[in-house]
Every structure is written in C-alpha cells, then in structure tokens.
C-alpha cells in the first residue's frame, strides 16, 4: 500500500525537480533494454540509507502515473548503490490520490528509470532521488525455428 502513495509522490517532485538530476553523480546505467531484460542503475556519492529502482511512464495524463518497483530496497556502501532489476511485462497505474486504477502492458518505448532513497519498505522519498535515467524498452525478438 505504501508503494502506491511512494510511486504517486515520486514523479511529481521528480518533474518539478528536474534540474536536481542534471547534477547527480551518474556511474552507468544502461539506454536500451527488453521486456523481461535486465537493466542496472549505479551511482556515487549517495547518502547513506537503502534505495530502490524503478520504471515509470512519464507519458501517461497527468492525472496518473504507470510504474513498477523493479529491484530494491538495498543499502548504499560506503557512498556508491547499483541495483539491477528485471524489466516488468506490465505496469500499474494510479491516480493523483493514490488509488489503483488499473495494470496496462509494457510496450515498448520509452521509460524513465528512477534511483531513490526509500521512504519505507516500498515506497520511494521523491526528494532523495538521485537519478532519472531514460531507458529504450524493445520486445524480445522471437528466434525462428530451422526445422
């Protein structure tokens, strides 16, 4: 429950803050991925305390946000946190308020991956969010058979 009001107070302060992010320390992350690919999310001089990664689609109304917690919480050492998580098949969307409207596909496009402090056990502190970092989701390609 925590997660939804976590997701929902993210992106907000995210999209207000957004100078904030241009001056992150950024260690690597990666530009493209798949469905069900792996994508990883470092970065230095953090503060101390656990962090989680997640994907969001910043396209969707205003009126609600479509996300997915995708690894975390992990603890920062010694000022440096990399987590990698599975990209999700679906996302779940939420209104202004916090209330689940409803789950939609992940297609491919853009995302935004967002590195940040937590606020809990799963939701995120949109004021301690280090990083937002687009990322390319593609579908896997289905191998042909040589039969």
């Given at each position: 429950m925590r997660w939804r009001f976590?997701?929902?107070a993210l992106v907000p302060a995210c999209?207000?803050?957004?100078g904030a992010f241009a001056d992150?320390?950024?260690?690597g992350g990666q530009t493209?991925?798949?469905?069900?690919?792996?994508?990883?999310i470092g970065a230095g001089i953090v503060d101390p305390g656990p962090y989680t990664l997640s994907i969001a689609d910043l396209h969707s109304s205003k009126a609600t946000i479509c996300a997915?917690?995708?690894?975390?919480?992990?603890r920062a050492v010694k000022g440096n946190i990399k987590l990698t998580g599975k990209v999700p098949t679906s996302l779940r969307c939420y209104s202004s308020d916090g209330t689940l409207l409803t789950r939609v596909?992940?297609?491919?496009g853009t995302y935004t991956l967002f590195l940040c402090q937590s606020d809990g056990p799963t939701s995120c502190n949109g004021d301690k969010?280090?990083?937002?970092?687009?990322?390319?989701?593609r579908h896997v390609q289905k191998q042909k058979s040589t039969g």
């Open positions: 976590g997701v929902v999209a207000l803050a957004a992150a320390p950024f260690a493209v991925t798949t469905v069900g690919g792996t994508v990883t997915a917690k995708i690894a975390g919480p992990k596909k992940l297609t491919p969010t280090v990083i937002k970092h687009p990322v390319v989701v």
